[in-house]
Structures are given as C-alpha cells and as structure tokens.
C-alpha cells in the first residue's frame, strides 16, 4: 500500500501563487511515475502535471510556462509550484502515485481556490 498526504491549499488572488506538497509513504518503491490532478466542480478530473522516477515531465497545455513540478527523492515528496493562477484553476488538486503495474493510488485532495 501506498499513502499519499497532499498539503499547501488554499485561497488565493488571481496573479497569486501557491505550492503544493504531496508527501508519499508505504511501499514506495513500486511508484513509477507520481504527478497531481484537478477536479473543478461539475467537471472531471484531469491531469495537471506528472513526473516519471527518471524525471521526465508532463504537462496540461492549460498549465504549461506556470506550473512547476519537482520531486524530492529524500523526502518522498512531489510538489507543484503554482504561479499566475487564474479563477479557472480553483479546483481540488489530488496527488496521484501510479505504481509498476499502473495501478494508481490517490490523496485526499486539497483545495485550491482562485478569487478576488
């Protein structure tokens, strides 16, 4: 098993910034590729970001030039740097850890709320 523990939400003005942080712990070793998704409401959920164990990234066209997305191996952490958020960002982000066999493990989720 695979806990994923998401922190860094919150209120935000348009222009802002905010950093998310997804803590992994369990059986880690089997993870390959670890990245984060958004949920606004009435919409499904979408990828926002991926980072593969060799680093490779991937990112939503909506996102791309200002959404950052780093992992730290020693601590077992992903993060995603959010600058220039809009309103249509306002979404609840989920950590996401896909292991070997693709099966996918998820956060709790934190909310990420763009507003004046």
């Known amino acids: 098993q695979v806990q994923l523990v998401e922190s860094g939400g919150g209120l935000v003005q348009p222009g802002g910034s905010l950093r998310l942080s997804c803590a992994a712990s369990g059986s880690i070793s089997s993870i390959n590729v670890m990245g984060w998704y958004r949920q606004a409401p009435g919409k499904q959920r979408e990828l926002v970001a991926n980072?593969?164990?060799?680093?490779?990234?991937v990112y939503a066209d909506s996102v791309k030039g200002r959404f950052t997305i780093s992992r730290d191996n020693a601590k077992n952490t992903i993060y995603l740097q959010m600058n220039s958020l809009q309103p249509g960002d306002t979404a609840v982000y989920y950590c996401?850890?896909?292991?070997?066999?693709?099966?996918?493990?998820w956060g709790q989720g934190t909310q990420v709320t763009v507003s004046s």
């Open positions: 996401n850890g896909r292991n070997l066999w693709s099966r996918d493990y």
């Open positions: 980072i593969a164990r060799g680093g490779v990234t």
